[in-house]
């Protein structure tokens, strides 16, 4: 059976810290790993990796994918109180059109 | 572009009787799938629809629930006599291509009483 496993599931911090978050997957037939923060309604997508080694970044977040040790990490950097959210890991396996979720990781950035 | 348009935002239902919730896709979106949320847990996959065809249903359980999403119109996730288990966060999200680009909905939450 497909699985993700997100780690750690919840994190405090103060405002500038640096966090990293861990997603682990065991799917068959990968095709994506998607990244998304969901605030209290939609979750908004943040990044899809498909290739190992290739960092995705869109400000102060980052993302990148390691495909034989069949994991991901998110990192934000100097964190802001509006960063605060449940981050969800998502996996695409080929041959099937639906995304397998983590729990997600709720981060708490303290002022 | 209004994104993903999902109605009611809340519903609130009694045992036993039927919940319908709506999503109409982005424009130029063909594809559908449903999503439930549970408190604590992370997103699970209902069924995945094209118009006027369901492609995916191995998350949807096996009795009460349905889903369609007609020629014309939006797509409906319907859940018969509702339990109290049933309770949950609704999501729906569409993509142009069944693969990748999914957006998200805000959601509908189903509060059984």
């Known amino acids: 059976e497909d699985k993700v496993v997100q780690s750690p599931l919840s994190l405090v911090v103060h405002e500038g810290d640096t966090v990293t978050l861990n997603c682990s997957y065991e799917?068959?037939?990968?095709?994506?790993l998607l990244w998304y923060k969901q605030e209290k309604k939609a979750p908004t997508f943040l990044f899809m990796l498909t290739s190992s080694g290739i960092e995705k970044k869109s400000g102060r977040l980052s993302s990148i994918l390691d495909k034989k040790e069949l994991f991901s990490i998110l990192n934000i950097t100097a964190t802001q109180t509006g960063d605060s959210a449940v981050y969800l890991c998502?996996?695409?396996?080929?041959?099937?059109?639906?995304?397998?979720f983590g729990k997600g990781t709720k981060l708490t950035v303290n002022p | 572009n209004a994104g993903v348009m999902q109605n009611p935002r809340h519903l609130v239902r009694r045992r036993g009787q039927e919940a319908r919730l709506r999503c109409s896709p982005m424009k130029g979106h063909s594809h559908v799938y449903w999503y439930r949320q549970l408190p604590e847990e992370g997103l699970k996959f209902m069924v995945y629809l094209q118009k006027e065809n369901i492609i995916d249903e191995s998350g949807m359980p096996k009795e009460r629930f349905s889903a369609e999403f007609p020629k014309e119109g939006p797509s409906i996730l319907r859940i018969q006599q509702v339990v109290r288990g049933d309770s949950a966060a609704y999501f729906c999200?569409?993509?142009?291509?069944?693969?990748?680009?999914?957006?998200f909905g805000s959601g509908t939450r189903l509060t059984v009483v």
């Open positions: 999200a569409s993509s142009p291509t069944g693969s990748g680009g999914y957006t």
């Open positions: 998502a996996v695409e396996a080929g041959g099937s059109e639906k995304l397998v």
């Open positions: 799917v068959t037939n990968f095709r994506s």
